[in-house]
């Protein structure tokens, strides 16, 4: 296990391999590395970094696209006081911020609002809970 922030997950399916986790962290305040679980809990860096989550996730599905690459569903982002929006697709730390809170209400930083993260996959929940 990494000691560094778990930002996001995907999974990938290789041929010949099976499933596995990439795990988007943060280990250093602009720079984001992905890591392949290829057994629970031994996490291998790969070299696909980013300075900014977004473009972590780019540079992933780029590099993995013949992998049959996909992002967990770790639920939908709500903004609070304002619940009328349609919600934005929550990253897995913003999933588990919002789990670990008794009311589900969680402080985002970087959008300065309380939110709100619901209807979070099974898959994602599960290996959270794994994780921990």
Request: aromatic content about 12%; charged content about 20%.
């Amino acid at each position: 296990m990494h000691k560094s922030k778990l930002i996001h997950v995907v999974r990938i399916q290789i041929k010949g391999k099976g499933a596995i986790y990439l795990f988007l962290r943060q280990v250093e305040p602009y720079r984001y590395v992905w890591f392949r679980e290829d057994q629970p809990g031994l996490e291998i860096e790969t070299t696909i970094w980013s300075g900014t989550v977004g473009d972590a996730l780019i540079a992933a599905y780029k590099n993995w696209l013949t992998d049959d690459i996909y992002s967990l569903n770790c639920g939908f982002r709500y903004t609070l006081p304002e619940r009328d929006e349609v919600g934005t697709n929550a990253l897995f730390h913003q999933m588990v911020a919002s789990y670990s809170s008794m009311s589900g209400v969680y402080f985002d930083e970087e959008l300065g609002s309380n939110c709100m993260v619901q209807s979070a996959s099974n898959e994602a929940r599960n290996l959270w809970k794994r994780l921990q």
